[in-house]
């Protein structure tokens, strides 16, 4: 008797199992798009305190930011609600590839990235920038590039790929992240920081005093896109830059952005420079 008990609980959690694992394939084996059209649910991540990109509000919980802005927008176009969730930017990709996200707004198409995530057409081109310490003459990336210049980026950014391709010949440090290479700048330990606009835009607006933003000549920039989950079928690729190509006609995205920028940041869209096309 005993062993026929055990014989049968033993089949029931066989059964299972099983069946839990065929939910799991079929939940697996869904398109992005398909479980969106089906759940009436678009994911996004999030990340608080990204200002411009996210921002959440402590008393009402509400995520501002032209990340949440374009998310709405694009839920709109799929007839989706958006639902935010909390990330980081070092973990958006694992988010993706395990499917707790849909999409993930801001994201940077490096090839590492590439290799395991999809991506959508480019949402806008972030401008690379130098904050310089006062006294700092505006100089062209050439110019920078001296054995005497002394160039601060957080490690393994796009920053940081940006110095290794044009400035092999500077003194470059490699700080752990972008608040520690401010901090090397403002105590006078490196000349300029390798910043992106939308970066380096708010930080002078909170510590105008650290130097002076400088584009180098010839321009750089980086593209910024969606981050999607990597799928054989491309219905959400597809209708992400149907969607993207619209706004983008629009002029949307640099309204979107301009917005925020002076909202989140407190930079007004004259802070600009002309060259800055989004």
């Not at 901090?183 to 006078?188: D, F, N, Y």
């Amino acid at each position: 008797m005993l062993t026929k008990r055990i014989l049968l609980r033993a089949l029931v959690a066989v059964t299972t199992v099983c069946a839990l694992g065929s939910t799991f394939a079929q939940e697996s084996a869904e398109s992005s798009l398909a479980r969106v059209q089906r759940t009436k649910v678009l994911r996004v991540g999030a990340v608080a305190g990204a200002i411009p990109y996210f921002a959440k509000d402590i008393t009402t919980g509400k995520w501002e930011g032209f990340g949440p802005d374009f998310a709405e927008s694009l839920g709109q176009k799929l007839g989706a609600k958006v639902e935010y969730v909390e990330t980081t930017w070092g973990n958006a990709v694992l988010d993706l590839q395990s499917n707790k996200i849909d999409a993930m707004f801001g994201m940077a198409p490096t090839p590492a990235r590439k290799e395991v995530v999809g991506f959508s057409d480019t949402l806008f081109d972030n401008t690379y920038t130098v904050v310089c310490k006062k006294g700092i003459p505006q100089k062209t990336w050439e110019q920078l590039n001296s054995p005497d210049m002394k160039i601060v980026v957080d490690v393994g950014s796009s920053h940081d790929q940006l110095a290794t391709r044009v400035l092999p010949k500077a003194d470059v440090s490699r700080l752990e992240n972008s608040g520690a290479a401010t901090m090397s700048l403002q105590a006078g330990r490196s000349d300029c920081q390798i910043l992106v606009i939308l970066l380096a835009q708010p930080l002078l607006a909170k510590r105008g005093s650290i130097g002076t933003m400088y584009i180098p000549q010839p321009v750089y920039t980086a593209p910024v896109s969606i981050g999607l989950r990597k799928e054989a079928d491309t219905g959400m690729q597809k209708a992400v830059n149907a969607w993207l190509a619209d706004v983008r006609a629009k002029g949307d995205v640099r309204s979107i952005i301009l917005k925020n920028m002076e909202k989140l940041a407190g930079v007004p869209a004259s802070a600009f420079p002309p060259e800055i096309k989004f």
